[in-house]
């Protein structure tokens, strides 16, 4: 009996253990995970962001499953740019915001669990007229959508 | 007085959770009045759990806007529900706000 007890309890420390392992690996960042973070955020150049962030993986472009919301054609002002991104795609994991000639191009990203709607809005900084790129990650494909933003610096247009 | 507002709105069936922060957000390419860069400070991560359950991560650097704004939809979510919005800045400062969903 007391044989059994003991390797109940083990069973359950193990059983807690995995599923520890398995949420910390979802969600909460490890040494090397946040190493990557801190890189691919203060990559400069976009290309070298993009292979970092999806290391070769096809992109596949202008999926009209991806649409941009509230995002201004002319934004008048660069320090405040809405954007609102809303997918209709199944399964999606994450949400990548890239401004492409942004000193520092990803912006933010989303890490969104089964529980909430693939939406995701948020106001972006922008240096100067550039493509905004939205990448949906969506049942291990990733999706991407594109627009040019032109940013009105004092209003003397772009 | 916390740095973050949280409002909830029931919208088809759903929940908008909206929320913002007050945070300066700063990227370290700005200077002040006398030409000296202003050091970076901007918020790295953003966490929302949903009756401590994390629903969103969020990681995002200076280029988000000064005191930012954020909304998702949850799915479900009912009445008396918590939602807890969470921030951690490159400096170490953190604060983190409880909202019940009514």
């Not at chain 1, 405040?80 to 401004?99: A, D, E, F, R």
């Not at chain 2, 919208?11 to 202003?38: C, F, V, W």
Request: glycine fraction near 6%; charge should be positive; hydrophobic fraction near 40%.
């Amino acid at each position: 009996m007391f044989e059994s007890r003991r390797k109940f309890i083990t069973n359950m420390l193990s059983l807690s253990a995995c599923s520890l392992t398995f949420a910390s690996g979802l969600f909460h960042s490890s040494l090397a995970h946040a190493q990557q973070l801190k890189k691919s955020f203060s990559l400069r150049n976009f290309d070298e962001t993009i292979e970092h962030l999806f290391r070769g993986e096809k992109l596949i472009d202008n999926h009209n499953k991806i649409k941009f919301h509230r995002l201004p054609r002319v934004a008048e002002n660069g320090a405040v740019v809405p954007i609102k991104i809303t997918s209709t795609l199944k399964k999606v994991t994450k949400i990548y915001i890239l401004v492409e000639k942004n000193p520092h191009p990803l912006s933010a990203e989303f890490f969104l669990s089964p529980a909430v709607e693939p939406q995701v809005s948020a106001r972006l900084k922008m240096a100067k007229t550039s493509n905004v790129i939205a990448i949906v990650e969506a049942d291990g494909k990733f999706f991407r959508k594109i627009k040019r933003v032109k940013v009105a610096v004092g209003g003397c247009g772009g | 007085m916390s740095s973050i507002k949280i409002r909830t709105k029931r919208l088809e069936g759903n929940t908008q959770i909206r929320t913002l922060i007050t945070h300066p957000m700063e990227n370290g390419r700005n200077k002040d009045a006398q030409g000296i860069y202003i050091p970076a400070h901007y918020i790295k991560e953003l966490l929302i759990e949903h009756n401590s359950h994390l629903i969103i991560r969020c990681n995002m650097a200076g280029s988000i806007s000064k005191n930012p704004y954020f909304d998702f939809l949850l799915k479900d979510g009912k009445i008396g529900d918590t939602v807890t919005v969470t921030w951690k800045d490159n400096l170490g400062a953190t604060d983190s706000e409880e909202y019940i969903i009514e």
